[in-house]
Nanobody, 122 residues
Framework: QVQLVESGGGLVQPGGSLRLSCAASGSIFSINAMGWYRQAPGKQRELVATIIRGGTTTYADSVKGRFTISRDNAKNTVALQMNSLQPEDTAVYYC????????????????WGKGTLVTVSS
């Protein structure tokens, strides 16, 4: 059973920084892409950033230049460094792992974490 566990959310003032972390546990052979999505109250879940196994990254336009995604393939972890946070960044942030290959799922399956709340407010 693969599980994704996020950490690092919380309350921060506008202009502040937070670092989110996500660890995938289980008998994992490989993970194709890992990333972060967010869902603000009353809005649909949206992509924040993704990083594939080789290191190529993708960012939403709204976070480019402020957020940085990174991963450790050996540890099956992904992190999101968020700087210059604004109230509109307030949301529940979800970790995502795409095409996770294990002994039981050699073709790969996708997994989501339960989410961590980020609140940007003065």
């Amino acid at each position: 059973q693969v599980q994704l566990v996020e950490s690092g959310g919380g309350l921060v003032q506008p202009g502040g920084s937070l670092r989110l972390s996500c660890a995938a546990s289980g008998s994992i052979f490989s993970i194709n892409a890992m990333g972060w999505y967010r869902q603000a109250p009353g809005k649909q879940r949206e992509l924040v950033a993704t990083i594939i196994r080789g290191g190529t990254t993708t960012y939403a336009d709204s976070v480019k230049g402020r957020f940085t995604i990174s991963r450790d393939n050996a540890k099956n972890t992904v992190a999101l460094q968020m700087n210059s946070l604004q109230p509109e960044d307030t949301a529940v942030y979800y970790c995502y792992a795409e095409s996770v290959r294990t002994l039981k799922t050699p073709a790969g399956m996708d997994y989501w974490g339960k989410g961590t709340l980020v609140t940007v407010s003065s």
